[in-house]
Nanobody
Framework: QVQLVESGGGLVQAGGSLRLSCAAS????????MGWFRQAPGEEREFVAAITWSGGTTDYTDSVKGRFTISRENAKNTVYLQMNSLKPEDTAVYYC?????????????????WGQGTQVTVSS
């Protein structure tokens, strides 16, 4: 089992920045892929970004490219999502997820472990 705990969410004005953290514990592996997803009220959970745990290969959804950066710090078993130039449409609950395979994917059902989520609210 792998446990994921997100932190760093909050309320920020449009144009501001936040950094989300996802601390992983348990049976983590360097072969895992890690992802960030978000879900706004009444919407489906959508892919935001992903990174391979060991290789550093990344992927982003188009709407966040150039504004968000995913990274990982292996020594701390932590994945980050740096969010800059935030927009009101970025408002959502953000979830961290882990996949027991190194290949990146944007599909939520292909991830095996999920955190509890952290709220990000961007005011206009």
């Amino acid at each position: 089992q792998v446990q994921l705990v997100e932190s760093g969410g909050g309320l920020v004005q449009a144009g501001g920045s936040l950094r989300l953290s996802c601390a992983a514990s348990g049976r983590t592996s360097s072969s895992y892929a890690m992802g960030w997803f978000r879900q706004a009220p009444g919407e489906e959970r959508e892919f935001v970004a992903a990174i391979t745990w060991s290789g550093g290969t990344t992927d982003y959804t188009d709407s966040v490219k150039g504004r968000f950066t995913i990274s990982r710090e292996n020594a701390k078993n932590t994945v980050y999502l740096q969010m800059n130039s935030l927009k009101p449409e970025d408002t959502a609950v953000y979830y961290c997820a882990a996949r027991r395979w190194m290949v990146l994917t944007t599909t939520p059902r292909e991830y095996d472990y999920w955190g509890q989520g952290t709220q990000v609210t961007v005011s206009s």
